[in-house]
């Protein structure tokens, strides 16, 4: 894509916390906040991993890419760090609201199930094409998006 002079649009997601707007761009570890919040996510990750999660890195595209380093490339989209920030920010019961710009992918999908099980927290993320509203484990959407 570099070679035809193509850029992807990056992952950007949104959340609000306490009447203010916070925004995360997937891979994003330009502040002291952020990799705070990475360091968040992994041990998210890790507890999701523990009650069945799996990663998908078969959607990693990137080609010479080692299943580790796709499992790193998937662990800081955009939607899992606003999800973190909010689960980190906001009282324990209150829904999550995240705003996407593009759609999100399976893997974050796979995650926010597992997120809202496990932190008995509803979880509604407005991507490109829809609302999804993930309750107990499962999305609104019956995963078919």
């Given amino acids: ?9 990056p992952g ?10 916070h925004e995360f761009f997937s891979g994003e570890v330009t502040h002291i906040e ?21 990663p998908d890195t078969s959607i ?17 989209h955009s939607e899992k760090l606003a999800i973190t920030f909010g689960l980190l920010n906001s009282p324990p019961g209150k829904t999550i609201r995240v705003v ?3 759609r999100i ?12 099980l496990i932190f008995k927290r509803n979880i509604i993320i407005r991507d ?10 499962n999305c609104s959407c019956g995963d078919f998006w």
């Fill in 1 to 9: 894509m570099k070679e035809r002079g193509i850029k992807k649009i």
């Fill in 12 to 21: 950007c997601s949104s959340v609000e916390v306490n009447n203010v707007l």
């Fill in 34 to 54: 952020h990799r705070e919040l990475h360091q968040e996510v992994d041990k998210l990750i890790e507890k999701l991993k523990l009650v069945g999660y799996v």
């Fill in 60 to 76: 990693a595209f990137r080609p010479g890419l080692k299943d580790e380093d796709k499992e790193a490339t998937l662990r800081y």
């Fill in 100 to 102: 996407k710009n593009l």
């Fill in 105 to 116: 992918c399976g893997d974050c999908h796979s995650a926010a199930k597992f997120i809202s």
């Fill in 128 to 137: 490109l094409h829809r609302f999804h509203h993930f309750e107990g484990g």
